[in-house]
């Protein structure tokens, strides 16, 4: 059965300190690994996608890397902006259109 | 840029009443995904549309039904309401061709 399980659940940073979130996924053919950002009732907000072992992607503060067994994503001099619900999802029982999604890291910056 | 346009964005409804929440995709995207997020957990997938026609079921309860129509929006209909479908739905959508999925603002629902 496809898994994925994201640690920790909880992290708590001081402005300027940098760190990693992990994705660990067993996933039989995985077709992208894809991460979001959630801010408390709102949408998910899309930020990358990797598809191959070795891909990584960057957006200002952010890299994503992916290997065979797991994803991570690297927070490089954090912000309290930063602060959020990080989640990895990926497509799941054989489908194109169902995201699974890990239950997600609460990333808090403090200033 | 613009983005998927979910109403209402509140909704409070009593027990065994029914809903709809509309969804309306982000322009010339072609797929529609509804998510349903309970408190503090991850969203799960309820329904797809690809071109008007359902592309696949998740765990969605048979009083839920949806449907995509010929300018893309998509209602998702809730009848018999529960205690417990009180929840955030998240309406998502993809052009064709890419499989990344861009989520709405959400409707919270409310069930009394």
């Known amino acids: 059965e496809d898994q994925v399980t994201q640690s920790p659940e909880a992290l708590r940073l001081q402005e300027g300190e940098s760190s990693s979130l992990n994705c660990s996924y067993t996933v039989s053919g995985l077709r992208g690994l894809f991460w979001y950002r959630q801010d408390p009732g709102k949408g998910p907000e899309f930020l990358f996608t990797?598809?191959?072992a070795g891909e990584e992607k960057e957006k200002e503060r952010l890299k994503a890397t992916l290997t065979k067994k797991e994803s991570f994503l690297h927070i490089t001099a954090p912000k309290p902006e930063d602060s959020a619900t990080y989640l990895c999802a990926f497509p799941s029982g054989g489908s194109n259109y169902k995201l699974t999604f890990g239950k997600g890291t609460l990333l808090t910056v403090n200033p | 840029a613009a983005g998927v346009i979910q109403s209402p964005r509140h909704l409070i409804k009593e027990k065994r009443e029914t809903a709809t929440l509309k969804c309306y995709p982000i322009?010339?995207?072609?797929?529609v995904y509804w998510y349903q997020q309970g408190p503090g957990q991850d969203p799960q997938f309820l329904i797809s549309?690809?071109?008007?026609?359902?592309?696949d079921k998740g765990s969605i309860p048979d009083r839920f039904s949806a449907q995509q129509f010929s300018d893309y929006h998509s209602e998702l209909n809730m009848s018999s309401l529960e205690l417990g479908d009180s929840a955030l739905y998240f309406c998502a959508s993809s052009p064709t061709g890419t499989d990344t999925q861009y989520f709405g603002p959400g409707t919270r629902l409310t069930v009394l």
């Open positions: 990797l598809y191959s």
């Open positions: 549309f690809y071109e008007k026609m359902q592309s």
């Open positions: 322009p010339r995207h072609d797929t």
